[in-house]
């Protein structure tokens, strides 16, 4: 039993480029999320889904898209890298809305 | 708009010393509440959590929290501090209300430093 599994761990990407962080988790949870973390703003939300095909907008949307085809995979794609997206990034996962987060262990984005 | 505040960036306490970290919440429906502990260059971990009932919760690592309606607050305390425990520590608030899909909303953390 895996939990939620982030990949990369670490990535460096160049103004510009465009890349897919993974989330993948074995729980069957229906929730899933994904936040930011970047020093003394605690974590913020970008994009979250309620269950496959079903996916919305949290707090800082702009620059990065979302889909789930699965229940178990949610990608989240940053379309055009920019200094600003350079940040921790975490996907939570949680088996319905009353409920606490399971976190992964996270991504840690570099964009120069 | 809901928020969550947690008033201290840094504290530092004394191995052995009690611990209190404070968080207050805005918004006036009912919430459920967590806070979570992070170790540096790890993910986030579940201490504890509030949703209902008696509002003095335990958690692991000696910790607990009380839920206090009247003051908006949800302040997360420990006896006795070991060095362990120093990380830092978010409060986390979510709402059952249309549109919300109980998202939670992050404080900005608090770090905990300890003394031998």
């Known amino acids: 039993n895996a939990g939620v599994t982030q990949t990369p761990k670490f990535q460096v990407l160049k103004t510009g480029q465009s890349m897919t962080l993974q989330c993948a988790q074995d729980?069957?949870?229906?929730?899933m999320s994904w936040y930011r973390q970047d020093p003394g703003m605690g974590l913020r939300l970008i994009h979250y889904?309620?269950?496959?095909?079903?996916?919305d907008q949290g707090e800082v949307p702009n620059g990065y898209n979302v889909s789930r085809s699965t229940t178990e995979d949610f990608p989240l794609r940053l379309l055009s890298a920019a200094p600003s997206q350079t940040s921790v990034y975490f996907c939570?996962?949680?088996?319905?809305?009353?409920?606490?987060?399971?976190f992964g262990s996270g991504t840690r984005l570099t964009v120069v | 708009a809901q928020s969550v505040t947690q008033p201290d960036i840094h504290i530092t306490v004394s191995e052995g010393a009690s611990l209190e970290l404070r968080c207050n919440y805005s918004?006036?429906?009912?919430?459920?509440l967590f806070w979570y502990v992070q170790s540096p260059g790890q993910g986030l971990q579940l201490l504890l959590k509030?949703?209902?009932?008696?509002?003095l919760v335990q958690g692991i690592k000696g910790f607990e929290a009380e839920f206090k309606r009247s003051q908006s607050s949800f302040n997360l305390r420990k006896p006795s501090v070991h060095w362990s425990d120093a990380a830092e520590y978010f409060c986390?608030?979510?709402?059952?209300?249309?549109?919300?899909?109980?998202?939670?909303?992050f404080g900005k953390g608090t770090k905990l430093s300890v003394k031998p």
């Open positions: 939570a996962t949680r088996p319905h809305q009353n409920y606490g987060y399971t």
């Open positions: 729980m069957n949870h229906e929730y």
């Open positions: 889904s309620v269950g496959a095909g079903i996916t």
């Open positions: 918004y006036g429906a009912t919430p459920y």
């Open positions: 509030y949703f209902s009932g008696d509002t």
């Open positions: 986390a608030v979510g709402w059952n209300y249309g549109g919300s899909q109980g998202n939670l909303i």
